[in-house]
Structure formats: C-alpha cells, structure tokens
C-alpha cells in the first residue's frame, strides 16, 4: 500500500513538472528564442525550473526499481528497461508536440537512435547497480563520476574554459574524495578504520564484525526473497 501511494505521488509530481516546462515553454517562446547571450529573467526562471525538474525526476527515477512488486518479480534488467523505454518515449512525445518545425526530422532521428543507445545500456547497468549496491550508494557513485567526465568532455573535447581551472579542479578533486566515502560505506574498511584510530577493543572489533555479518545475512534473504 506505501509503495503505491509513494508510486502515485512520484508520478504526480513528475507530470507537473513536466507540464509547467511545456507551459512556461509555451508562454515564453519569444523570450527563450533569443540568443544563448542575451540573458533575460525568463530564461532565468525557465532554467532553474527545468535544473529543479531535472534533479528531482532524475533522483527519484529509481525508487521504482527497489518497489517490492518489482523485487518479488525479479525481473531481468532488459524487460524492466523495455517498459522503461516506453515510458520515456510516451513523456518525449509530448516534447514533440512544441517542437519548432525548422529542425530537420531525419538529423533529429539520426540523434535520436544515438541518445537510445547510449541511454539504453546507462538505464540496465543503473538497474543491476541499483539491485546489488543499494540505491543510496548506486546513484551516489555514477552522478557524481558523470560529473567528472562531463567536464573532461567540456575542457577537452568542446574547448570550455571554466573561470578558475584551480578551483573546478579542486571542487571535482573533493567530489571524487566524497564519492569514495558513499563507494566505501558498503564495505569493512569504515569499521576497520574507526577501531585502528579510536584504538577498539577485540570485543568491540568482534561485535562490529557481527553487525556487519548479521546486515549481510539479511541483504542476502532480501535478493534471495
């Protein structure tokens, strides 16, 4: 009943984001069909509610793969990702719909059957990683990696030139550090780490050990169930 209710306002939500995009898109076409260098507060408006739209729907867009339906189903990540495509496709249709007419269809289809193959495998490896590492440590890992190569591909590749290079290195190099905290939160190292520097005793290493155990144990009987 709570997987349901949490379903249902998941997909409430992502439909009015989705139709205040379309509708703001809509009302402002004139205003955000200006320049990329003509800044105006529509524009503004238009991209922070399209950046708020993007982190919700794209955090939230998981939960279903850990709803305990799916789990007693067991399904395999290429039919979960069938259902998935269809959804999406069903969501950009109504991207279609506004669409200007002076992009030529077959370079949009072209483009299109590019993103499909890179969105396609990104969606079963997220599922798999999801399904073994947890929700909280999958998406965690990938975002924020995602972020390192994005700029990588923004420097080196389109020639992007950030305000201070020191500083964005910088930023990506704790990025990185506190991904690898998330990555690690699985393992025994955390455990391992806080008895060598607060010195615990053998019992106490020993009843670490044993919670850790007894949550492995019950990650087990959860994939097995």
Known sequence: MVSK????????MVCVLVATVITLRFLWQKELAEPPDVHN???????MVSVLSCILTFGCYG????????QQLQIDPGVFQVYLSIG???????VA?????HFDPIQLLVWGIVGAGLLVPCQIFGYIAINNVGYAVGPAVWAGLTMVVSFLWGVLMFKEKPGS???SVGGLALL???????AMCQSELPNRIVGKCCGASEGEKQSLLSVQEEEEAGKVSMRSF
């Open 165 to 167: 290079l020191p500083g």
């Open 41 to 47: 507060s529509k524009k503004t408006i238009f991209g």
């Open 97 to 101: 719909f506004y669409t200007p007419t």
């Open 176 to 182: 990185v550090v506190g991904i690898g905290g998330a």
């Open 5 to 12: 209710k949490i379903g249902v306002s998941v997909t409430a």
């Open 63 to 70: 939960i279903f793969i850990k709803s305990p339906s799916v």
């Open 88 to 94: 999406v496709s069903a969501t950009l249709m109504c």
